[in-house]
Structure formats: structure tokens, C-alpha cells
């Protein structure tokens, strides 16, 4: 079975720091994993995915994670918060029928 | 190219009455999904539609839920009785390769569903 965990259900990160959110996934054969963000009263926008290519990712607007087999992580960072990156994170792992399985999501804050 | 879509963005309702939501999805998607997240908890799966047809309906909480996909294109989700613990955000997703793992999917902007 598959299932991912985020670590934190909020962090927050003062605006120029850097960002680190951070998932735990689960799954019985090699994984597609993704990150999703949720900005306020919008819909859920695809940041990155890993499918099994190259193990460091790069996304949308600076983010990027790296999977690691060992630790079972697919941790989302940024070297330096904006403001308008608040917003809800939500680390997916998909199955081999191409379901979707979320984890709780971490809100971030970025204070200015 | 337009997104997926729904209808309503919000909805409140008082408990016994019906609501239908409706996903429009990215034009010439196969694969429509429906997840729901309701206060506090993950977003979850509730169903799949390849064209017309129910590929994965494990999700759904019970039988006041009703999805259907006439013509493959736009969807609806009907909860008849609705009951307070429906309240949540209905998000649609569509997504154009069928069977590949990692295929990646689209989000609407999710309805809004509170039932008072």
C-alpha cells in the first residue's frame, strides 16, 4: 500500500530564509511522487514530480525536491522564502493505477 | 487551454437537501477524478471515470453519493440526503494518458460544500 507522511502540519519561515518541508512516503515498488500547493480559495497547482528520471527535481517558482530511496523522503525545499509563497503544501504518491494518495499537507507562513 | 473547472465554488445547504457538483474537465482528458477533503483531514480518493465509465469507485463514503459521466465529457457528483459530515472541499482532477503511473493530474479549483 501506498501513503505519504508530512512531518509538519505548519511551518513557518521568515521571507528571504530558506524553506524545508518535509515527506515521508511508503510504497511497495518504486514510487511517482509530487508536490502540490494550495494558495487560498485557489484549486491545487502541480509544483514538481519525480518518475523515477533524475533523483533531484526541480519545480515551479524556485522549489525543488530530491528523492531519496534510503530515507524513503521526498523532502520539498526553496533557498529563500517570497511572500507569496504561502500557501498549503501536499506531498502525493501515486499508485501503478495512477491513484493519488495525499498526505495531511504543512501550511506555510512566511513572515516579512 | 482552459482548466478543469467546477460548479459551484461554494455551496451552503441545510442538512436533508440535495447538492450536485459539476466538473468540467481539461477538453479531450479521458481520466476524471473526484477527491473530497472534509475539515481537518487529507485529501482523499473518492472516484475515477475513464470516458464514461467507472474505472475505481472505492472511495465513495456511501450510497448518497452519486457520480456519472454522460458522453465522457463534464461530470456531476450528487450527495442526496446531504448530512453535516459531507461538509468539505469536492476537488475534480482530469488527466489525459490512461494506465501509466506518474501520469500527471490536473486540479480544479475544488466546490466548497457547507451543510448546516
Known amino acids: 500500500a501506498q501513503s505519504v507522511t508530512q512531518l509538519d502540519s505548519h511551518v513557518s519561515v521568515s521571507e528571504g530564509t530558506p524553506v524545508l518541508l518535509r515527506c515521508n512516503y511508503s510504497?511497495?515498488?518504486?514510487?511517482?511522487l509530487f508536490w502540490y500547493v494550495q494558495h487560498p480559495n485557489k484549486g491545487l497547482q502541480l509544483l514538481l514530480k519525480?518518475?523515477?528520471?533524475?533523483?533531484l527535481v526541480k519545480g515551479i517558482n524556485g522549489f525543488e525536491a530530491e528523492f531519496k530511496k534510503s530515507e524513503t523522503s521526498f523532502h520539498l525545499t526553496k533557498p529563500s522564502a517570497h511572500m507569496s509563497d504561502a500557501a498549503e503544501y501536499f506531498c502525493?504518491?501515486?499508485?501503478?493505477?495512477?491513484?493519488?494518495?495525499f498526505g495531511t499537507g504543512t501550511s506555510l507562513t512566511v513572515i516579512p | 487551454e482552459a482548466g478543469v473547472t467546477q460548479f459551484p465554488s461554494h455551496s451552503v445547504i441545510e442538512k436533508g437537501q440535495t447538492v450536485t457538483l459539476r466538473c468540467d474537465p481539461i477538453?479531450?482528458?479521458?481520466?476524471l477524478y473526484w477527491y473530497r477533503r472534509v475539515m481537518g483531514k487529507e485529501i482523499k480518493f473518492l472516484l475515477h471515470?475513464?470516458?464514461?465509465?467507472?474505472?475505481?469507485e472505492s472511495g465513495m463514503p456511501n450510497n448518497r453519493f452519486l457520480a456519472e459521466r454522460t458522453g465522457g465529457t463534464y461530470s456531476t457528483l450528487k450527495v442526496q440526503p446531504a448530512e453535516l459530515e459531507d461538509s468539505g472541499v469536492y476537488f475534480c482532477?482530469?488527466?489525459?494518458?490512461?494506465?501509466?503511473?506518474?501520469?500527471?493530474?490536473?486540479f480544479g479549483e475544488g466546490s466548497w460544500l457547507t451543510v448546516v
Open positions: 510504497s511497495s515498488y518504486s514510487p511517482s
Open positions: 477538453s479531450g482528458h479521458d481520466n
Open positions: 482532477a482530469s488527466s489525459q494518458v490512461r494506465g501509466f503511473s506518474g501520469n500527471t493530474i490536473y
Open positions: 519525480y518518475t523515477s528520471a533524475a533523483t
Open positions: 502525493v504518491v501515486s499508485d501503478r493505477r495512477n491513484q493519488f494518495y
Open positions: 471515470f475513464v470516458k464514461e465509465s467507472k474505472q475505481d
